[in-house]
């Protein structure tokens, strides 16, 4: 019975109105653009970056098989994950880590401010989950230039168009998620176009942008 009803995520929206809300309204999560050094990335390295919650919906485990494979075509292929730990995930990543003695980095959890500068270092942003809506850390990648590869569930295709503004993969397949991987690698206009199109594509979830359809919603 409310005035409106505000879903944050086009993902949410869709499962609304398939529900019969009604009166329905988007007004997404929002992002401080002006935060966001962008830098436009073009000539990969193979330098990952993941950043989530440790937690098995997260599947981090992925990121591990993908790394090493990509080592067989890239021996100078490395990978940083941060985030908190949130259950025995990491202790399940970090002992396939040692025995298979990949390069690899966790950070543990970090400030905001300190993995937007660390995240300069790397060249493709992956997201490896089984679960999701709308990732945040996906469209801060996005903001800074990351080309992302993404696994394709719940709201990523809401967020995220494969070739277009990201590269999208079936769940849990190391192979897949790995070619696309090598795809960004070795095609530099590819890699190109997904950083600046997925900066253009979360400047519509900047704050001065996004605070104009709450002003609209509130003076009705």
């Not at 019975?1 to 997404?28: E, G, R």
């Not at 709308?134 to 168009?161: K, W």
């Not at 095609?187 to 359809?213: I, M, N, T």
Request: net charge negative.
């Amino acid at each position: 019975q409310a005035k409106v009803n505000v879903a944050p995520s086009a993902y949410l929206i869709h499962h609304f109105q398939k529900a019969d809300y009604t009166n329905l309204v988007y007004i997404p999560n929002t992002i401080k653009l002006e935060k966001y050094e962008f830098k436009q990335r073009q000539d990969l390295q193979p330098h990952l970056l993941w950043v989530r919650s440790f937690a098995h919906l997260y599947n981090p485990m992925l990121a591990l098989k993908v790394l090493e494979l990509l080592l067989k075509h890239y021996p100078e292929a490395k990978l940083s994950m941060v985030g908190p730990f949130k259950d025995d995930s990491i202790e399940e990543c970090k002992a396939y880590a040692e025995a298979n003695r990949l390069p690899l980095t966790f950070t543990g959890g970090m400030p905001k401010e300190d993995w937007l500068d660390y995240a300069k270092d790397f060249d493709i942003f992956i997201n490896t989950t089984n679960v999701d809506n709308t990732p945040v850390s996906v469209m801060e990648a996005m903001a800074l230039g990351l080309p992302v590869v993404s696994t394709n569930v719940g709201g990523i295709p809401f967020l995220l168009e494969d070739q277009i503004d990201a590269l999208l993969v079936e769940p849990n397949k190391v192979e897949a998620f790995t070619e696309a991987v090598l795809k960004l690698l070795k095609h530099p206009k590819l890699a190109a176009s997904l950083s600046k199109a997925g900066r253009e594509k979360v400047e519509q979830f900047d704050w001065e942008v996004v605070k104009e359809k709450w002003h609209a919603v509130i003076s009705e």
